[in-house]
């Protein structure tokens, strides 16, 4: 049958992103599953039972202290936030981009004598799922929001000519061990003091405390309305149901269904990859419709009778993809407008995994507009105060043609590497 393809491709992705590693535990049979970092999805080796792996806000992870540290001491787990993505940098001259993997402690100000990042731990160490065998004292984390938005203080400039968009693939939660003794504070990975401690930072029995486990959950991997097997990738965010040709994706304690549509591919080799369709409201930007579009990008197109009349949708891929080709496809999407005859079915054609979230899609709507804006000192300078508010938001599937190297879309006149594409499932 299909499946026996279907876990050979998960464990190929498997041995790929071995050097992220995490813990976890079969929730059917308890047998101990070593996933990489980003797994939401897997088929336990023992029972053969598919799990999703979801998540109450972010993924929550931890290091364990090492093993000099004393049994007898009382860990404390002080929670960092990570960002891993990429940062676009709207400027006159255009858009340029940066790799960004940072951590940042979640505690709202920085503490004296607490280390504010994790430095390279994250990439060296591997990574836990907390369980409730876990000993030790969990401090609530303060809020990503303001927790990033201190982060970003630290690097945007007041100059008006610049706007910046951080876009990320991965945003979760470290938990790093540290313990007290004879009025130090000791770090529990090097058993090394990071300093004294003002003993009102660390009253523990006023200190607001959680306990990380409760917030991830395991939901079986089988088609809420059939029953089928779910199908994806380790770090598929959509589950598709080839049974009764359905898209899922976990929210919560269960699996909420996924509004789709599916361009007709032209040939058998064809690969589907996926999109996220936006509409939203732009504030301050007159962008309603197409014609406006054209204006707003002083695009060669020549306005159709209706265009006026025609609305425009922002389009991001559903898939990690090198910032280069990402700025490439969100731009020449919001210049195509590809029209709206998508199916609610799916071919029997290879399905690209969906491992892009739709958040992020959203947050790179500003970025569109950002390489779209002719001219750009007209517009750069009111980027920063545009609200976007989104209306509706779809996945769509697009064919693109398999050549020997690379996958290419005739009418986006879009090629993209394979290569480039496996590499980027691991950015
Ligand atoms: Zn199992
Ligand atoms: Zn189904």
Redesign the pocket.
């Known amino acids: 049958m299909v499946r026996v393809f279907q876990i050979q491709y998960i464990v190929t992705i498997a041995e790929k992103s071995i050097s992220f590693k995490v813990e976890h535990q079969?929730p059917?049979?308890g047998?101990p599953v070593i996933l990489g970092e980003d797994t939401l999805f897997f088929v336990?080796e023992?029972?053969r039972?598919r799990s999703c792996i979801s998540q109450k806000g972010f993924s929550r992870y931890m290091f364990s202290p090492s093993e000099k540290t004393s049994s007898d001491a009382h860990i404390i787990y002080l929670p960092y936030w990570r960002f891993k993505g990429v940062r676009y940098t709207c400027t006159l001259k255009g858009v340029e981009h940066k790799f960004l993997d940072i951590s940042c402690l979640a505690m709202g100000e920085p503490r004296k004598n607490i280390p504010i990042s994790l430095g390279f731990r994250s990439q060296a160490l591997p990574l836990k799922l907390v369980s409730a065998k876990t000993n030790g004292s969990f401090l609530r984390p303060s809020g990503y929001e303001q927790t990033l938005l201190n982060m970003n203080k630290k690097f945007t400039s007041d100059n008006k000519n610049v706007f910046q968009e951080n876009i990320g693939e991965t945003s979760s939660l470290i938990y790093s061990p540290f313990y007290i003794k004879n009025g130090h504070l000791l770090d529990g990975i090097l058993n090394k003091p990071v300093g004294t401690i003002d003993e009102n930072s660390f009253d523990l029995d006023r200190a607001d405390t959680c306990r990380p486990e409760k917030e991830t959950l395991f939901i079986p991997g089988l088609c809420p309305s059939c029953g089928w097997d779910l199908e994806g990738n380790l770090d598929s965010l959509v589950l598709v149901c080839r049974n009764c040709e359905s898209l899922w994706s976990a929210r919560g304690k269960q699996l909420a269904r996924i509004k789709f549509g599916c361009a007709r591919p032209v040939n058998d080799e064809d690969v589907l990859l996926p999109f996220w369709k936006i509409s939203a409201d732009i504030s301050i930007i007159d962008l309603k419709s197409y014609s406006d579009l054209i204006k707003f990008g002083n695009l060669p197109q020549v306005p159709l009778p209706g265009s006026d009349k025609q609305s425009i949708s922002f389009w991001a891929p559903a898939f990690k993809i090198r910032p280069k080709i990402f700025l490439r496809l969100i731009t020449q999407l919001a210049i195509l407008q590809p029209k709206d005859d998508f199916k609610k079915q799916l071919t029997k054609h290879t399905l690209h995994a969906v491992n892009f979230p739709s958040s992020e899609a959203i947050e790179s709507i500003k970025v569109t507009l950002g390489a779209l804006m002719k001219p750009a000192t007209k517009y750069l300078p009111k980027l920063d105060e545009v609200k976007v508010t989104p209306k509706a938001i779809k996945l769509i599937y697009l064919p693109f043609e398999s050549k020997s190297h690379d996958l290419y879309h005739p009418q986006l006149g879009v090629s993209i590497n394979k290569n480039s594409l496996k590499l980027s499932e691991n950015l």
């Open positions: 079969c059917q049979c047998a336990c023992f029972c039972v």
